[in-house]
């Protein structure tokens, strides 16, 4: 089966229409998704609408959790941002009750870790689910850290939150998607190894494209390999909308232009 994992899109709309077009392109069984559907972008009402149409399912971001139930551990920007993306999903409260709730229910009905075919997916990490990041510097600078958090780990695990694509091995080592041949990863039997597909709305690793991966399992659903794309998409499009709305920062919008 082929799977289309994608995280942190984070209200870009614009972003996450450009990866669906380019999955649709893919031949892919399903769409999963990491979690942070919401915040900092312009366009939360139709980011939750597109996950739930058209995911299997969807993870609990910190950002998704910050907006369904409390802002915490955020910098003012990131929590200007989560009020403002909950009064936006509560506007149409008047006109559209039924449409509101169900959008509420979705969010509130997102789990923080999924298991299947031996695969662990979480938000942030096996240990704190929505709120540690594993970064590509963890294994170099805190070896003890990965350890403890490899020991949670069976074979694979599949994590977004730092925006930052690449693959963790298990002895210690962080792969770019640019190290790999033809940007993919194949999984030996037996090996542990970290996956995160990076991100399709707020990219971090300096590329401003929207990142995501496909990942393929063989019959018993055990993961064959990884594969990192990147879509462009008009990003001056998403920074005018943010520009837009008082209430976001025009820092969400700049970073943007070139992945910070
Ligand atoms: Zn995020």
């Not at 949670?152 to 994590?159: G, I, N, P």
């Amino acid at each position: 089966m082929r799977t289309a994992i994608i995280s942190d899109i984070h209200s870009n709309l614009t972003a996450f229409e450009a990866v669906l077009e380019d999955i649709g392109r893919q031949g892919v069984d399903r769409i999963i998704c990491l979690g942070d559907i919401i915040g900092y972008g312009p366009n939360p009402v139709q980011c939750v609408d597109l996950v739930e149409q058209r995911c299997a399912w969807s993870l609990l971001g910190n950002h998704d959790f910050g907006v369904a139930y409390e802002p915490s551990n955020f910098n003012k920007i990131a929590e200007d941002a989560a009020f403002w993306t909950r009064r936006e999903l509560e506007r149409h409260m008047v006109d559209h009750p039924e449409e509101t709730m169900r959008r509420w229910n979705f969010l509130h009905r997102l789990r923080v870790q999924v298991r299947e075919g031996g695969i662990l997916y979480v938000h942030g990490s096996p240990r704190r689910q929505i709120n540690e990041y594993i970064t590509p510097s963890s294994p170099y600078d805190d070896p003890r850290m990965m350890q403890s958090i490899f020991n949670l780990v069976d074979s694979v695990c599949v994590v977004g939150h730092t925006h930052v694509p690449g693959v963790f091995t298990n002895d210690l080592e962080f792969y770019k998607p640019g190290d790999l041949p033809e940007q993919a990863y194949v999984i030996t039997p037996g090996q542990k190894a970290i996956v995160n597909p990076g991100s399709v709305g707020q990219p971090r690793d300096l590329d401003p494209r929207a990142s995501y991966a496909i990942m393929e399992t063989d019959d018993t659903g055990a993961p064959k390999s990884f594969r990192f794309l990147r879509v462009e998409y008009d990003i001056q499009e998403t920074v005018d909308r943010i520009d837009g709305i008082t209430a976001l920062d025009s820092r969400l919008g700049r970073r943007l232009l070139d992945g910070q």
